[in-house]
């Protein structure tokens, strides 16, 4: 999973779309980590607002439920906010 750029919806820091977002990829990582035990690579490049997520065992049941139930609300951030997010999936 990749997720870059700022929604500017509001400045840094009041931007409550950009908040939403980067709740749902911590809450990802968290997912992944404390409860399905996985160590995920993870990549940040704050100069440019990015983070990347890999991980193994996506087929695995916790990891694909956890997966989708984040990409879903990823989608339906985008949504919403339309404006703001641009949500691309990308099967490989």
């Known amino acids: 999973m990749r997720v870059y750029g700022h929604s500017g919806c509001a400045e840094s820091g009041a931007d409550v779309v950009c ?5 749902l990829v911590q809450t990802l990582h968290i997912g992944l980590v404390d409860v ?10 704050e100069e440019n607002a990015s983070i990347e997520l890999h991980w193994d065992d996506a087929d695995a049941e916790g990891t694909r439920v956890l997966s989708e139930t984040i ?4 989608y339906e951030t985008a949504q919403s906010y339309g404006s703001y997010v641009k949500y691309v999936e990308v099967s490989l």
Do not use: H, M, T, Y
Not at 19 to 23: K, L, Q
Not at 36 to 45: H, M, T, V, W
Not at 71 to 74: K, V
């Open 71 to 74: 990409a879903r609300a990823l």
């Open 19 to 23: 908040a939403a977002v980067s709740v």
């Open 36 to 45: 399905l035990g996985q160590n995920p690579k993870r990549e940040i490049d």
